[in-house]
């Protein structure tokens, strides 16, 4: 990546704390604006999907599992690829790895809609993947050293760019998906496109001063892992997310709603996580700290899938959990992946690469083992199992505390 502020990490704490003062979260380079909106479009990709899952199971005359591996096949490619990201980038730059991650998305998405086989499409969501890890790594990466209002306004910012893609995306994807369930494929490859023009006229050709560029190694996201902080983070991230993914890739099947009522479901589910992961989050870090915010979402969050898994054949009580996780899943995201920047004295876009292997690691496991443990318990279990999960991941964080604690207070070191 390039040798830029990327890395506040060994700025004096003050010095960071007045530079979050002076400038305000919207207060910030065209540059900045030209990535969020492309991180929206990006993010609507994944929402856009949801509510057309029972109808792919239809039409294409696939399970439940197998429709799940839609999910799985685009996180597992996602983790790995992120182990390159830093690689290409720091050869590209951060504009043109952008620009090449909105290509592929746009190109695999496109070619999805014009697929007829459920393993096809797996397959071309896996390429899918490896678009979204050079455009959601490098995006973070670049919303951060780009930003004039310090580390924590800039996630704040990348935060809400995922919230409002995720809760438009669902409502479109619905609209789309009750025409024809190729619609959200060719729907998303159409938005790439504009994503790329915007990024294409908007953004500068390099964020390194004076064009001086350092070369990252394959191997720098395992050397950054060796920091135990990053490490527990990221091992309790893929815990969680096994929790998260096995709600947004298995609760559209027993909810019993057509493509309309998923969409509007995950557009409420969207709203509330883009809210509070720039207005509550913030609040929730200043009176609790980082730490302890963190596990009380992760705590609640465990709770409302146990709820949906006693309650699976209760409508109302999957719908109005599915809405109220976005709350949960909102504040989780902002303060999880804040910590993460701030976690070991490694750059930032290594930092996010290291920790994005890991966290998309459970997001793989989870959809495919959702659908199979249906095919053999019941439409309960998997909800069951993905609160376990979560509550595992409180578990581990609260064991090892003593090596995140400096989150909350920097003066304890690394």
Sequence with gaps: MSATPESNIGTPQP???????????????????????????????????????????QQLNASHSEVTLLFTSYNAV????????????????????????????????ALGGFSNGIWTLVGLRGGWGLGNALFVATALSAIVSLSNS???????????????????????GGWLGAIVWRGPF?????????AFIGLFILMPKSTAPNGIKTRSSVLDPFRALKHRSLLVFGIAAALYNFGFFTLL??????????????????????????????????????????????????????????????????????IGAVILAGALLGNNNTLITTAVMNAAPVE???????????????????????????EIYNPSVPFLVGAGF???????????????????NPGLGH
């Excluded at 060719?186 to 504009?194: D, K, N, P, W």
């Design 186 to 194: 060719l729907g998303v490859a159409t938005l790439m496109i504009i």
């Design 249 to 318: 890739a298995y609760a559209p099947f027993v909810m019993g709603l057509d493509e309309h009522g998923l969409g509007f479901v995950f557009l409420g589910w969207g709203i509330l996580l883009a809210l509070t992961s720039v207005f509550m989050a913030p609040k929730l870090t200043e009176w609790f700290g980082t730490i302890k915010s963190m596990c009380l979402m992760l705590i609640l969050f465990a709770l409302l899938l146990v709820a949906m898994g006693v309650w699976t054949s209760t409508q109302w009580v999957i």
């Design 78 to 109: 996602m983790a790995v690829a992120m182990l390159i990201t830093g690689v290409i980038s720091s050869r590209l730059g951060i504009k043109w790895t952008l620009l090449t991650g909105i290509v592929i998305i746009a190109i695999f998405s």
């Design 15 to 57: 010095i960071l704390e007045i530079a979050d003062k002076k400038a305000g979260l919207l207060n910030q380079p065209k540059a900045v604006w030209a990535v969020f909106f492309a991180s929206i479009i990006a993010f609507m990709g994944l929402g856009l999907v949801d509510p057309i899952l029972p109808a792919i199971a």
């Design 390 to 408: 979560v509550l595992i991941s409180v578990l581990f964080i609260w064991v090892n505390t003593k090596h995140i604690r400096h989150v909350d």
């Design 150 to 172: 310090g580390t924590a306004k800039a996630i704040i910012l990348y935060e809400a760019a995922i919230g409002l893609g995720i809760s438009v995306g669902p409502l479109l």
């Design 348 to 374: 930032r876009s290594t930092a996010s690469a290291a920790y994005s292997f890991l966290r998309f690691i459970g997001g793989a496991i989870a959809p495919f083992t959702a659908g199979k443990l249906t």
